[in-house]
């Protein structure tokens, strides 16, 4: 799988918006972007995936650049709920997520 | 529907021990994987099972085993427990293998594992 690369940690005032940037240049025709998060103490919950088109549900939205080498996750209003690690994965087919190191919200009351 | 259920939650073995984990996926769905979370190393992907079939496998050593029955519920095995083992193991299932653009997992809450 084509790596990403993650800011490590983002902060972000409540109810603001966020952008969780994520860059693949190494991203192939066929790789769908994928992002899940990682609240305290549970497993990881998918937030949403796109190919080429900008995605939108009731979690989020991704942003994806028009060369695909990058993508953003948009949180429209960050909540307490939402302080979690934020994983940016590539996926080509296959349930076998690689996981990198993610990047750690934090969300300031 | 009731989530990826994992039992059980927590474990304390010692060296040279083995360990079976549970999990039970969500109801229909057919695909189970398993992971490995530590400090170190982040998430890894251990194995995925399909049918009561093994069809995608990380890396790791042959200490680590699964197996997939009929209804889908999946064990997984690891024999002479090492201190490194030491992880929170998570389970996730997904309706299908993945087509193109890979299927949605669901995780459950993990097993968190202690070797001392």
């Known amino acids: 799988d084509a790596k990403t690369t993650q800011p490590n940690s983002m902060e972000s005032n409540e109810e603001e918006p966020v952008h969780l940037p994520c860059n693949h240049s190494t991203i192939s025709g066929t790789d769908y972007i994928h992002w899940y998060r990682q609240l305290p103490s549970q497993g990881p919950e998918y937030v949403i995936h796109g190919l080429t088109s900008n995605v939108n549900n009731r979690m989020a939205s991704l942003a994806i650049a028009e060369d695909r080498k990058s993508s953003t996750l948009i949180l429209h209003r960050a909540t307490l709920r939402d302080a979690a690690v934020y994983y940016c994965?590539?996926?080509?087919?296959?349930?076998?997520?690689?996981f990198g190191t993610g990047t750690r919200l934090t969300v300031i009351p | 529907k009731a989530g990826v259920t994992q039992t059980p939650r927590y474990l304390i073995k010692t060296r040279g021990q083995q360990v079976t984990l549970s999990c039970s996926p969500i109801?229909?769905?057919?695909?189970v994987s398993w992971y490995q979370q530590t400090p170190g190393q982040g998430l890894q992907f251990l194995f995925e099972?399909?049918?009561?079939?093994?069809?995608n496998k990380g890396n790791f050593p042959g200490r680590f085993s699964g197996r997939q029955f009929s209804n889908s519920r999946s064990e997984m095995n690891v024999s002479t427990l090492e201190l490194g083992d030491s992880a929170l193991y998570l389970c996730?299932?997904?309706?299908?293998?993945?087509?193109?653009?890979?299927?949605?997992?669901?995780f459950g809450p993990g097993t968190r594992l202690l070797v001392l």
């Open positions: 109801s229909g769905h057919r695909s």
């Open positions: 099972y399909f049918s009561e079939t093994q069809r």
């Open positions: 996730a299932s997904s309706a299908r293998l993945a087509g193109r653009s890979g299927e949605t997992q669901y």
């Open positions: 994965i590539l996926k080509a087919g296959a349930n076998n997520l690689f």
